[in-house]
């Protein structure tokens, strides 16, 4: 049973930096996505960074030059640094994992597995 589990959310003041850990159970698909999206409450999920297995990266404006995503095949594990961030950053991250070929899809309901989330909080 592929279920991802994340880590590394706190609180930091604005400027500071977090790193997220999202650690899936081994599998065999050559072929994958993998996104962090966020959310915050009254909010609809909001995708922020996307990988998939051909190495494709793509991230929404917002977090642009601020956030790099990764992902270590070895570890089966994805990762999101986040620098600069601002108390707008501030939310519930969730870890998302799909085996399809192609582009990442932006739209959560594209995705089959998901993590249990882990809060990120930004001070001002």
């Known amino acids: 049973q592929v279920q991802p589990v994340e880590s590394g959310g706190g609180s930091v003041q604005a400027g500071g930096s977090l790193r997220l850990s999202c650690a899936a159970a081994?599998?065999?698909?050559?072929?994958?996505?993998m996104a962090w999206f966020r959310q915050t409450p009254g909010q609809e999920r909001e995708g922020v960074a996307f990988v998939d297995s051909a190495g494709r990266i793509f991230y929404t404006d917002s977090v642009k030059g601020r956030f790099t995503i990764s992902h270590d095949n070895a570890k089966n594990t994805l990762y999101l640094q986040m620098n600069s961030l601002k108390p707008e950053d501030t939310a519930m991250y969730y870890c998302?994992?799909?085996?399809?070929?192609?582009?990442?899809?932006?739209?959560?309901?594209?995705?089959?597995?998901w993590g249990q989330g882990t809060q990120v909080t930004v001070s001002s």
């Open positions: 081994s599998y065999t698909y050559s072929s994958y996505c």
């Open positions: 998302a994992l799909d085996f399809r070929y192609g582009l990442a899809p932006r739209t959560p309901s594209m995705y089959k597995y």
